[in-house]
């Protein structure tokens, strides 16, 4: 019986999902709060496992590029005095 009435309420929690695509709010009222947790959590566990794999192969996970000043926007040296 339980079983049952577990497909039963993902069927109506996913014809919500459906129905109100365009209402985050009305949708994360329908969604369980289990289901939003575990999908969280994968998402930060792929984060990780990508970010590890990039450390593997010898890129910094979070080392910015480093930022070049491009010509129209750098100043003119101090000891360039216009004429």
């Given at each position: 019986?339980?079983?049952?009435?577990?497909?039963?309420?993902?069927?109506?929690?996913?014809?919500?999902?459906h129905?109100?695509r365009?209402?985050?709010?009305?949708?994360?009222?329908?969604?369980?709060?289990?289901?939003?947790?575990?999908?969280?959590?994968?998402?930060?566990?792929?984060?990780?496992?990508?970010?590890?794999?990039?450390?593997?192969?010898?890129?910094?996970?979070?080392?910015?590029?480093?930022a070049?000043?491009?010509?129209?926007?750098?100043?003119?040296?101090?000891s360039?005095?216009p004429?």
């Amino acid at each position: 019986m339980l079983h049952l009435v577990m497909d039963r309420v993902a069927a109506i929690r996913k014809t919500a999902a459906h129905v109100f695509r365009r209402h985050p709010e009305i949708v994360r009222e329908v969604t369980s709060a289990y289901d939003r947790r575990r999908r969280v959590a994968a998402r930060r566990e792929k984060a990780r496992k990508a970010a590890e794999a990039k450390q593997v192969a010898g890129k910094p996970a979070a080392a910015p590029a480093p930022a070049s000043p491009s010509p129209a926007t750098s100043s003119p040296p101090a000891s360039a005095q216009p004429s």
